[in-house]
């Protein structure tokens, strides 16, 4: 069993980051520049997050089901999503050991990710606000 006691505990963290980053006054032109709509695809609990970071638009979060069409799909555990947000999961190694797989034109996603290390100190100030120190020690 993961970290997560389920769909809603992820959606609470990882899902709450993602929406906090889509209004970030400094953070959401820069990922609008992806050009691209992601599905992450979530097992342990099953859950999934897709984003909408077309430049033309506002970016859009859909935590759950979603009638966005995502470009890419990128699949993993719930902990492993946690652990790259704390900044301990490095995605090209996992991409080559299988812990995280990829659908669709993947440089894309990697570009972000220089990007969202910025974000890795507030996903972590956000566990420790609402006092779930067990999953910064578990990770």
């Given at each position: 069993m993961g970290r997560f006691k389920d769909e809603d505990d992820v959606y609470?963290?990882?899902?709450?980051?993602?929406?906090?980053?889509?209004?970030?006054?400094?953070?959401a032109p820069k990922f609008r520049k992806a050009n691209t709509t992601v599905r992450y695809q979530l097992s342990d609990p099953d859950c999934q997050?897709?984003?909408d970071m077309r430049p033309?638009?506002?970016?859009?979060?859909d935590l759950g089901p979603s009638e966005l069409d995502p470009e890419v799909i990128m699949s993993t555990t719930a902990d492993t999503a946690h652990g790259f947000w704390l900044g301990r999961v490095n995605v090209t190694a996992a991409l080559a050991r299988g812990q995280i797989t990829a659908k669709g034109p993947v440089a894309?996603?990697?570009r972000l990710v220089p990007l969202v290390k910025d974000s890795f100190p507030r996903?972590?100030?956000?566990?420790r606000d609402e006092g779930r120190t067990d999953l910064l020690e578990a990770a």
């Open positions: 609470r963290f990882i899902g709450r980051l993602f929406q906090e980053l889509a209004v970030d006054a400094e953070l997050i897709t984003v033309e638009r506002e970016i859009q979060v894309k996603i990697l996903y972590e100030r956000m566990l």
